[in-house]
Every structure is written in C-alpha cells, then in structure tokens.
Nanobody
C-alpha cells in the first residue's frame, strides 16, 4: 500500500508563488510516474503535471506550462510542484497522485494512488 500526503497549500495573491509537497510512504517502489491534479468547485478533476520515475521527463497542462514546475526527490520520496505567477483560475484543491504506468497519462483513471488534497486559493 502507498500513502501520499500533500502539504504547502494556502491563500496567496495573484502573481505570488507557492510550492506544494507530497510525501510518499509505504510501497513507494511500486510507483513509477507521479503527478498533480486539481479540482475546483463544480468542475472535473483535471491534470496539472506529471513526472517520470527518473525525474528527467515531465508533462504539463497547457494552462500551467511555463508557470509551474514539477519535480521529485526519490531519496526523500517527495514530489513537488513549484507554482509561480499564480492566477485566480489556479484556485483549487490540488491532489498528488501516482501510477505504476511508465508513461505520463493525463487521464486520472490511470492513477492508482491519491492523496487527500491541499487547498490553494488565489485572491485578487
């Protein structure tokens, strides 16, 4: 079993930066690709970013490309999401996720492990 715990969310102003962390524990060797999804009230959960096990290959949603950076520290079993130039539309609950797939799926149904989420609120 794998446990994922997010942290780092909060209330920020538009244009600010925030870094989310996700600590993985348990059978972390079973995780290959890790990623972040987000869900705003009344909306579907959407893909934000993903990174392969090596950390060398990443994928981003068009809406965050150039502003967000995903990374992972396998020695610490921790996933990160650096969010810069935050916009009002970035407000959502952000979920850390992991899959045993070797590619970087943008469909949430490919992901097996999920954290409880951390709230990010961007105000004007």
């Amino acid at each position: 079993q794998v446990q994922l715990v997010e942290s780092g969310g909060g209330l920020v102003q538009a244009g600010d930066s925030l870094r989310l962390s996700c600590a993985a524990s348990g059978r972390t060797s079973s995780i290959y690709t890790m990623g972040w999804f987000r869900q705003a009230p009344g909306k579907e959960r959407e893909f934000v970013a993903a990174v392969t096990q090596s950390g060398r290959t990443t994928s981003y949603a068009d809406s965050v490309k150039g502003r967000f950076t995903i990374s992972r520290d396998n020695a610490k079993n921790t996933l990160y999401l650096q969010m810069n130039s935050l916009k009002l539309d970035d407000s959502a609950v952000y979920y850390c996720t992991g899959t045993q797939q070797a590619f970087m799926p943008q469909d949430r149904h490919w992901y097996l492990y999920w954290g409880q989420g951390t709230q990010v609120t961007v105000s004007s």
